[in-house]
């Protein structure tokens, strides 16, 4: 990864990934990126091993990903881009997750290039519809999928967290390869970044992906998306996405201002 990004919406800089983001299966790809890992960059930031401690973080992520089924109702905000082309395309919708794990999206606002709006962001909703009906326990983090170690705490930011490396037990669809960040104090994930064992289509050729946790009170009320996808067709695309919880009444008043 190089450079810096400054989406336009939370107007904060972020890395931007060398690699694009999927059209094709894009989002079927991007649901089983839940827990989503790559290599850690310390920087000079402090790394210490503490495999006990690390082991009680662990296991409290894993223990806590069965209960874990996304906001029932959130925003979402997502800017797209094709940049070879030069093309780009925005969404700001509302998304309900029902109890049977069925989500729903209420568009707000889609506005960009044709070729973005209808080949990556619908492409991502629509998938992204129907990749409830995969088995939560077939892509999570655990070590039936995994095989898990422990490089060490590091502090990122004034947090301190323990970085754990990833590696896919099989080469399958769904699973990730990379490195995932928990949170010392809760085991809440607060950095994931990597990339998928198997791409999910013969004319995706890798799919990148950085997803960054915003805690407050011991509960994520942010979380920022960055997905990158090469294609053997049309080159490279991205996708930003930001996720925020919401309650239905705000949720239903944002629609009703838009005239939904």
């Given at each position: 990864?190089?450079?810096?990004?400054?989406?336009?919406?939370?107007?904060?800089?972020?890395?931007?990934?060398?690699?694009?983001a999927?059209?094709?299966?894009?989002?079927?790809?991007?649901?089983?990126l839940?827990?989503?890992?790559?290599?850690?960059?310390?920087?000079?930031?402090?790394?210490?091993?503490?495999?006990?401690?690390?082991?009680?973080?662990?296991?409290?992520?894993?223990?806590?990903?069965?209960?874990?089924s996304?906001?029932?109702?959130?925003?979402?905000?997502?800017?797209?881009?094709?940049?070879?082309?030069?093309?780009?395309?925005r969404?700001?919708a509302?998304?309900?997750?029902?109890?049977?794990?069925?989500?729903?999206?209420?568009?707000?606002?889609?506005?960009?290039?044709?070729?973005?709006?209808?080949?990556?962001?619908?492409?991502y909703?629509?998938?992204?519809?129907?990749?409830?009906?995969?088995?939560?326990?077939?892509?999570?983090?655990?070590?039936?999928?995994?095989?898990i170690?422990?490089?060490?705490?590091?502090?990122l930011?004034?947090?301190?967290?323990?970085?754990?490396?990833?590696?896919?037990?099989?080469?399958?669809?769904?699973?990730?390869?990379?490195?995932?960040?928990?949170?010392?104090?809760?085991?809440?994930?607060?950095?994931?970044?990597?990339?998928?064992?198997k791409?999910?289509?013969?004319?995706?050729?890798r799919?990148?992906?950085t997803?960054?946790?915003?805690?407050?009170?011991?509960?994520?009320?942010?979380r920022?998306t960055?997905?990158?996808?090469?294609?053997?067709?049309?080159?490279?695309?991205?996708?930003?996405?930001?996720?925020?919880?919401t309650?239905?009444?705000?949720?239903?008043?944002?629609?009703?201002?838009?005239?939904?």
């Amino acid at each position: 990864m190089c450079g810096h990004y400054e989406y336009g919406i939370c107007r904060r800089q972020h890395l931007v990934a060398l690699a694009g983001a999927a059209l094709l299966s894009l989002r079927s790809a991007v649901l089983v990126l839940l827990i989503v890992l790559a290599r850690p960059s310390f920087g000079t930031e402090g790394v210490t091993a503490d495999a006990s401690a690390g082991a009680a973080v662990l296991q409290r992520f894993i223990l806590s990903q069965r209960e874990a089924s996304g906001w029932p109702v959130e925003t979402i905000e997502i800017e797209a881009s094709l940049p070879t082309l030069k093309k780009t395309g925005r969404l700001r919708a509302i998304r309900r997750l029902f109890p049977v794990g069925h989500a729903n999206y209420k568009v707000l606002e889609i506005a960009g290039d044709a070729t973005v709006k209808n080949q990556v962001i619908v492409r991502y909703i629509s998938a992204d519809e129907k990749a409830t009906e995969l088995a939560a326990s077939s892509v999570a983090l655990t070590p039936a999928n995994y095989k898990i170690r422990c490089a060490g705490s590091v502090w990122l930011g004034n947090r301190l967290t323990y970085a754990f490396r990833m590696i896919p037990r099989k080469k399958r669809e769904g699973l990730i390869n990379g490195v995932l960040w928990l949170d010392a104090e809760t085991g809440i994930a607060v950095r994931e970044s990597g990339y998928l064992a198997k791409s999910p289509s013969v004319f995706v050729k890798r799919i990148n992906l950085t997803r960054e946790n915003e805690l407050h009170n011991g509960s994520i009320t942010e979380r920022i998306t960055h997905i990158a996808v090469e294609t053997r067709l049309i080159g490279r695309a991205q996708l930003v996405i930001v996720e925020r919880p919401t309650s239905a009444e705000t949720a239903d008043r944002g629609v009703v201002e838009d005239g939904q």
